[in-house]
């Protein structure tokens, strides 16, 4: 705590009060005097007089103020300068306080200024640790089509060119965004994310661009939607490929004029903001089905970032590994120093992933919890993980590379359900079908996205389809192990 004022009693008052209180306080008795100790040292709060001879207390604000644009300084002042003190709250004072004034006041500006000051500070401290987190520096990886993907993001952050990344769940596309994000000159600005998948057609439009009041039943009042929020920054689109057709011709206008209307709106609102867009879908093949718009997908497919499955880049599993222990070793409180064997880390190097690095931080966090040791053995990893089955993963990729059809396989390990698609198979089970239309009430999505599901499942044969078109029941599939 610093004080700064030309009478020496006042000096002793406010030493003595502020020491009571519980804080180290250093006293100036001039405005230059205060600007070194406020430089030299580090203090949380400064209370100066506003009228001092030579230096006055309005030159010492702008000054350090400059210097150190976060720290409160409280003005104190005559009731006959008042004017001057509310001119020096508009130059940056947190607060000013008439001569005389009440022990109590003073004391309860003082707290409020400390707590202010360090909030801000915490602030600043998560910022950096989030930069940080997010450097493409502590992405783990080692492996020839990571370093790829490193080179790539090195290459485009600091540029506001459109980019589109790929890669099945799991792999870290929004950690990849977040890292391209704080690497470019927008790291200042927001990093707003949306999924597109997880929200209704009805209330996706308005989640991007907001509306207005009245706009619609139960809009009470306007909101800003994630393109204005998102501006000066990056916004980041995930699974891109759920967003139904007429807002993909709404999404294309704003990324090629930066400007929208809110729902319900008619005042044109121009935003900068960066798009990155992620989807685990080739929208290649989603453009032939008519399923995504040629012209978007040209728009969003300005830099393309592949990721790869964790199948692909089996050499960084041991460090991953490495990094998810102690990760949870941290967050447990354990204090315990993990390790894996040579058998369970030849298992974790052998199996296919479906989840890809999602599924492994799980299976790693899992381990850590059930271990009753600092090693990690076979026992520890879940039984999927330990299931010989890495026969029939190899036959599946010759398929793959020899361009054969690609057939419904009964009972796969390798596909992750979603909470929607277990919620399905859990409807069947009960009433022996369902429709189209069940499936998007029960996970409240729309027929689009219910459609999207139950193909997936069909594919992995989990299920069949019985009839066409609207009147078409999914049944569980006899050739399947998942009937239970």
Not at 64 to 72: M, Q, Y
Not at 201 to 210: A, C, K, N, V, W
Not at 238 to 254: A, C, T
């Amino acid at each position: 705590m610093l004080i700064v004022d030309d009478e020496p009693n006042y000096l002793i008052i406010l030493e003595e009060l502020l020491a009571e209180e519980g804080y180290t306080v250093l006293t100036a008795e001039n405005a230059s005097e205060g600007f070194e100790l406020a430089t030299e040292r580090e203090v949380d709060v400064v209370v100066t007089d506003m009228k001092m001879p030579g230096v006055d207390g309005m030159t010492f604000l702008d000054n350090l103020h400059r210097l150190k644009p976060d720290l409160p300084i409280i003005m104190m002042t005559a009731y006959g300068t008042i004017e001057k003190a509310v001119e020096a709250m508009k130059k940056g004072a947190f607060d000013y306080i008439c001569k005389p004034f009440e022990n109590e006041e003073f004391k309860v500006i003082v707290a409020r200024a400390v707590d202010h000051y360090r909030l801000l500070r915490r602030n600043r401290e998560l910022e950096e640790e989030v930069k940080n987190r997010y450097s493409f520096q502590n992405i783990i990886g080692k492996s020839q089509a990571m370093e790829k993907v490193f080179y790539v993001v090195e290459k485009i952050a600091p540029s506001r060119s459109t980019v589109l990344i790929t890669g099945e769940s799991g792999t870290g596309k929004e950690l990849i965004a977040k890292a391209i994000h704080y690497q470019s000159p927008r790291r200042e600005k927001p990093f707003v994310s949306v999924n597109c998948g997880a929200l209704p057609e009805t209330l996706l439009e308005s989640e991007l661009f907001g509306h207005e009041r009245g706009a619609f039943t139960g809009a009470l009042y306007q909101r800003k939607g994630r393109f204005e929020l998102a501006h000066e920054g990056t916004l980041f689109l995930d699974e891109i490929s759920e967003m139904p057709l007429h807002l993909q011709v709404k999404l294309l206008r704003v990324i090629q004029e930066m400007e929208f209307e809110r729902v319900g709106g008619a005042q044109t609102i121009r935003v900068d903001v960066r798009i990155i867009a992620a989807t685990n879908r080739d929208l290649k093949r989603e453009v032939e089905l008519g399923r995504f718009r040629s012209d978007l997908f040209y728009r969003l497919n300005v830099v393309n970032i592949h990721l790869p499955p964790l199948r692909h880049r089996v050499e960084d599993i041991p460090l991953l590994v490495s990094h998810f222990l102690n990760k949870y070793s941290k967050e447990t409180g354990s204090g315990r120093d993990f390790r894996v064997d040579k058998e369970a880390m030849r298992c974790l190097m052998e199996y296919h992933w479906p989840g890809n690095v999602r599924e492994l931080e799980n299976v790693i966090e899992r381990a850590t919890l059930l271990s009753s040791g600092n090693v990690i053995t076979l026992a520890d990893l879940p039984i999927e993980v330990r299931r010989k089955n890495n026969q029939f993963l190899e036959e599946s990729q010759d398929l793959e590379e020899e361009g054969s059809p690609s057939l419904p396989i009964a009972n796969s390990s390798f596909f992750l359900l979603s909470p929607r698609q277990r919620r399905g198979l859990d409807f069947i089970r009960k009433h022996g079908y369902i429709t189209n239309k069940y499936y998007s009430e029960i996970n409240k999505i729309s027929p689009r996205h219910a459609l999207r599901d139950l193909d997936d499942l069909i594919s992995h044969g989990y299920i069949i389809r019985v009839g066409k078109g609207r009147s078409a029941r999914y049944v569980l599939n006899p050739l399947s192990g998942n009937q239970g």
